[in-house]
């Protein structure tokens, strides 16, 4: 089984197009995020190297810190 993105910004709009409207539910995200996966719209999802991980923990406790 594959693990693909999909940009949010893309969900939101997508979703704001679909039906003209901004409600917001968990089902109406699933049926448009899996719209977008089925034409193609998504990014596969590339894992990281460790020291790459422990980079980006670094970063985000500098900004806590910050």
Same mark, same amino acid.
């Given at each position: 089984?594959?693990?693909?993105? /999909?940009?949010?910004?893309? #969900? $939101? ?9 901004? =409600?917001? +539910?968990?089902? *109406?995200?699933?049926? /448009?995020?899996?719209?977008? #996966? $089925? ?9 990281? =190297?460790? +020291?790459?991980? *422990? ?12």
């Amino acid at each position: 089984m594959d693990v693909v993105t /999909v940009n949010p910004h893309h #969900v $939101k709009r997508n979703k704001e197009n679909r039906d003209n409207t901004q =409600s917001k +539910s968990d089902k *109406k995200d699933a049926l /448009v995020i899996a719209d977008m #996966v $089925k034409n193609g719209y998504y990014a596969f999802f590339r894992s990281t =190297s460790e +020291s790459f991980e *422990k980079l980006r923990v670094l970063m985000a406790n500098r900004d806590v810190i910050v």
